[in-house]
């Protein structure tokens, strides 16, 4: 059994770190800014690639992860400062627009350095199966930071995402209450990009919370539906692509489809349970 | 009942030990690419199991981890890498992730194949400046067949000292290869020796070795950079060169963009000719030799229809 040898610290990291990013995904798909996360992660590419613009190593030194931080606090700025009241344009056009000039200034910023385009794409997105111990050490004592920043505050930030008109009766600053939020949610969503790459944390951040929408409406409900699915599409997808050596399947696109499976599985649940209500109300 | 049931256990797992022991007597040999997997097997022959962990379509800098590999270095006896800074974005994790001491840098498990080769390029400054250029020398230098030989050489040298049992039959896989190889490399200077200083055009850096073998020109790149895509200022300077120079051949490999290649070519009436460094990538090529057995044959059509 190679499970607890080579596949160790995959296996931690599928256990323990998503689940703060299935509470984002509530969030984020109850303000509709489904995206909001890709547009975080290349930013703070960007934000490597200025590093190494200014004659930093991408893989180590000071300089690229400060500047990754930086733009990241920076792109968190720029979302909290455009999610208008009435908007005459939704966020999700402005997040797309952010997310593809980011890209595209990277490209150019790269362009003007030495370093190849590729070197930076690996550097932030990572595979699962690579994972090392220290890696996964570090984030989850990031994950536990913000986690427990966001349980003591959970009142505030519920009202900030599903009820902003009783927030501001309630005299919270949005502006600076949203900018807390997308800086911590940019830490989150960058480190696990960098372990597990941009599939992966698109589907830790979208699935797990529209399979607790389908299911529940109570918020305590959906979190634990996520995580159960979280929990079992990550553990069953390394299982799988680890120990049916026959079919060698990667990790990340296996875990990726299980959690498609998820999603049709507690879509049918809905379905049939919506048409037996309209069936006895009738 | 304990002391027994203990003792039972271990009797149960004597028995699996030695029942698995006799399919591990072959060594468990891991190639990055599949070159030195070819050759692995040829020298080794049935005294040996190989596993290549690129596939020969994929570009060699860059290669995705999927379980398998994990596995197979994790129980490899012997690893054989290019070296040279070819795998460097992608071995490293990979050892990482198979803790196994046998083939980590340099334990005896490990072999360097790029040891022992004169490489080119090697830059005089070594800083970044000048793109992903390899810091070491330029690592595509089993394209030049004479090279093989020292490869096959050191890989004979470490299966000997894995497995002294089977010294006779390495040694003489390696004569026989070296005799297919000697006869092949007069075939092939012959078949390329009327283009001798023709100018081809490739993507990447790739052929060097191969071009100054046989007396043919591959200076110009279709990357501005080793590892950087062409920015258009920089494909209108090979447009030009290739007009003025009359350079009517381009390489391109699997992995790069084939479109790229074709609009430059359509300049200047050029072939585009698909090319590859690893056996396996060109059906019907399984073998090192069959391999550079194609690409003379290719190169020489494209040379001979230019004309």
């Given at each position: 059994?190679?499970?607890?040898?080579?596949?160790?610290?995959?296996?931690?990291?599928?256990?323990?770190?998503?689940?703060?990013?299935?509470?984002?995904?509530?969030?984020?798909?109850?303000?509709?800014?489904?995206?909001?996360?890709?547009?975080?992660?290349?930013?703070?590419?960007?934000?490597?690639?200025?590093?190494?613009?200014?004659?930093?190593?991408?893989?180590?030194?000071?300089?690229?992860?400060?500047?990754?931080?930086?733009?990241?606090?920076?792109?968190?700025?720029?979302?909290?400062?455009?999610?208008?009241?009435?908007?005459?344009?939704?966020?999700?056009?402005?997040?797309?627009?952010?997310?593809?000039?980011?890209?595209?200034?990277?490209?150019?910023?790269?362009?003007?350095?030495?370093?190849?385009?590729?070197?930076?794409?690996?550097?932030?997105?990572?595979?699962?199966?690579?994972?090392?111990?220290?890696?996964?050490?570090?984030?989850?004592?990031?994950?536990?930071?913000?986690?427990?920043?966001?349980?003591?505050?959970?009142?505030?930030?519920?009202?900030?995402?599903?009820?902003?008109?009783?927030?501001?009766?309630?005299?919270?600053?949005?502006?600076?209450?949203?900018?807390?939020?997308?800086?911590?949610?940019?830490?989150?969503?960058?480190?696990?990009?960098?372990?597990?790459?941009?599939?992966?944390?698109?589907?830790?951040?979208?699935?797990?919370?529209?399979?607790?929408?389908?299911?529940?409406?109570?918020?305590?409900?959906?979190?634990?539906?996520?995580?159960?699915?979280?929990?079992?599409?990550?553990?069953?997808?390394?299982?799988?692509?680890?120990?049916?050596?026959?079919?060698?399947?990667?990790?990340?696109?296996?875990?990726?489809?299980?959690?498609?499976?998820?999603?049709?599985?507690?879509?049918?649940?809905?379905?049939?349970?919506?048409?037996?209500?309209?069936?006895?109300?009738? | 009942?304990?002391?027994?049931?203990?003792g039972s256990l271990a009797l149960f797992?004597?028995?699996?030990?030695?029942?698995?022991?006799?399919?591990?007597?072959?060594?468990?040999?891991?190639?990055?690419?599949?070159?030195?997997?070819?050759?692995?097997?040829?020298?080794?022959?049935?005294?040996?199991?190989?596993?290549?962990?690129?596939?020969?379509?994929?570009?060699?800098?860059?290669?995705?981890?999927?379980?398998?590999?994990?596995?197979?270095?994790?129980?490899?006896?012997?690893?054989?890498?290019?070296?040279?800074?070819?795998?460097?974005?992608?071995?490293?994790?990979?050892?990482?992730?198979?803790?196994?001491?046998?083939?980590?840098?340099?334990?005896?498990?490990?072999?360097?194949?790029?040891?022992?080769?004169?490489?080119?390029?090697?830059?005089?400054?070594?800083?970044?400046?000048?793109?992903?250029?390899?810091?070491?020398?330029?690592?595509?230098?089993?394209?030049?067949?004479?090279?093989?030989?020292?490869?096959?050489?050191?890989?004979?040298?470490?299966?000997?000292?894995?497995?002294?049992?089977?010294?006779?039959?390495?040694?003489?896989?390696?004569?026989?290869?070296?005799?297919?190889?000697?006869?092949?490399?007069?075939?092939?200077?012959?078949?390329?020796?009327?283009?001798?200083?023709?100018?081809?055009?490739?993507?990447?850096?790739?052929?060097?070795?191969?071009?100054?073998?046989?007396?043919?020109?591959?200076?110009t790149f279709l990357e501005p950079k080793?590892?950087?895509?062409?920015?258009?200022?920089?494909?209108?300077?090979?447009?030009?060169?290739?007009?003025?120079?009359?350079?009517?051949?381009?390489?391109?490999?699997?992995?790069?963009?084939?479109?790229?290649?074709?609009?430059?070519?359509?300049?200047?009436?050029?072939?585009?000719?698909?090319?590859?460094?690893?056996?396996?990538?060109?059906?019907?090529?399984?073998?090192?030799?069959?391999?550079?057995?194609?690409?003379?044959?290719?190169?020489?059509?494209?040379?001979?229809?230019?004309?």
């Amino acid at each position: 059994m190679d499970l607890f040898t080579l596949w160790l610290w995959p296996l931690v990291a599928l256990i323990a770190l998503p689940a703060i990013l299935v509470y984002f995904g509530l969030h984020v798909v109850g303000r509709g800014i489904i995206f909001v996360d890709l547009a975080l992660a290349q930013i703070a590419a960007l934000g490597i690639a200025t590093a190494v613009l200014l004659g930093a190593h991408p893989d180590h030194g000071v300089l690229p992860y400060a500047l990754a931080i930086g733009f990241t606090l920076a792109g968190a700025a720029l979302f909290s400062l455009t999610r208008f009241r009435h908007p005459r344009v939704p966020q999700e056009a402005i997040i797309g627009i952010i997310y593809i000039v980011a890209a595209a200034a990277a490209t150019l910023v790269l362009s003007r350095t030495a370093a190849g385009d590729e070197e930076i794409k690996n550097l932030l997105v990572g595979n699962i199966l690579l994972v090392s111990r220290s890696e996964v050490l570090r984030t989850l004592a990031l994950y536990l930071a913000v986690g427990a920043l966001h349980y003591f505050l959970r009142r505030k930030f519920h009202l900030l995402s599903f009820d902003t008109e009783e927030a501001e009766r309630q005299g919270m600053s949005i502006r600076l209450w949203d900018f807390l939020f997308y800086a911590t949610f940019g830490l989150v969503v960058t480190s696990f990009v960098r372990i597990a790459g941009v599939y992966l944390v698109f589907s830790y951040l979208i699935v797990p919370a529209v399979c607790g929408a389908l299911l529940s409406s109570r918020t305590a409900a959906r979190l634990a539906i996520g995580w159960g699915v979280a929990l079992t599409a990550g553990v069953t997808g390394l299982l799988l692509s680890t120990q049916w050596q026959s079919m060698d399947l990667p990790t990340g696109p296996t875990i990726v489809c299980l959690f498609g499976g998820f999603l049709i599985l507690s879509g049918a649940t809905a379905f049939g349970r919506s048409r037996r209500a309209s069936k006895s109300a009738s | 009942m304990k002391p027994n049931l203990r003792g039972s256990l271990a009797l149960f797992a004597a028995t699996l030990l030695s029942a698995t022991a006799p399919a591990s007597a072959a060594l468990k040999v891991v190639a990055t690419t599949s070159e030195y997997g070819a050759l692995a097997a040829e020298i080794g022959g049935d005294r040996v199991t190989v596993t290549t962990i690129a596939k020969p379509t994929e570009d060699p800098h860059f290669v995705d981890a999927r379980p398998s590999q994990i596995v197979a270095m994790n129980r490899a006896d012997i690893l054989i890498e290019g070296g040279a800074e070819l795998e460097i974005g992608w071995l490293p994790p990979l050892l990482d992730g198979a803790r196994n001491a046998k083939i980590l840098a340099g334990a005896p498990g490990r072999v360097v194949a790029s040891a022992g080769v004169q490489l080119l390029d090697i830059p005089l400054a070594a800083d970044r400046s000048q793109g992903d250029t390899h810091v070491a020398g330029n690592p595509h230098f089993m394209l030049d067949p004479v090279n093989s030989r020292i490869v096959v050489e050191h890989i004979a040298r470490v299966f000997e000292a894995h497995d002294p049992a089977g010294a006779a039959t390495f040694d003489s896989n390696v004569a026989s290869f070296e005799v297919r190889l000697d006869a092949k490399l007069k075939e092939w200077s012959a078949a390329l020796a009327p283009f001798a200083g023709r100018q081809i055009v490739t993507y990447h850096p790739t052929w060097r070795y191969f071009s100054r073998r046989f007396g043919l020109e591959a200076n110009t790149f279709l990357e501005p950079k080793p590892g950087i895509p062409p920015s258009p200022p920089h494909l209108a300077r090979v447009m030009e060169k290739m007009r003025a120079e009359n350079i009517r051949v381009l390489l391109v490999e699997p992995y790069q963009p084939r479109k790229t290649a074709e609009a430059v070519a359509a300049h200047n009436n050029a072939l585009v000719v698909d090319v590859c460094q690893f056996p396996g990538a060109i059906p019907g090529t399984s073998t090192y030799l069959e391999l550079i057995d194609i690409v003379v044959r290719r190169v020489a059509q494209a040379l001979a229809a230019q004309s």
